[in-house]
């Protein structure tokens, strides 16, 4: 007799089921419920541990390029908001400001 467990009968949430056991969800990925196979994180989300239940989104300043890695910060000159899977190169005539934002530049001219 074979026994198959189902991590759905001990509400793992965080696992999912081989067959055999429970397993914690892989990185990369969430398992909302231990019903069904891993999931991966949309784009602009990442989950950079095991057993995860949601992905986290990525934070403002930030490049989700592999949803398995935490974060990494946007390099000068360049923003992301939050969500975003890539940091953007700031426009020509605004000026990087932090890692979330650029700001239009002011020119004043005088007449003298």
Known sequence: MTLIVTCQLFSQVGT???GSHCI?????HYCPSPANVPQPCPDG????????????ACDAGHSCLNPSDTPVPCPAGEFSITGQATCTVCIPN????DFTCCMQMCFFSFDW
């Open 16 to 18: 999912y089921s081989n």
């Open 24 to 28: 914690p969800c892989d990185l990369g």
């Open 45 to 56: 989300s990442y989950s950079n541990g095991t057993g995860a239940v949601t992905c986290k």
């Open 94 to 97: 605004f000026m990087w400001r």
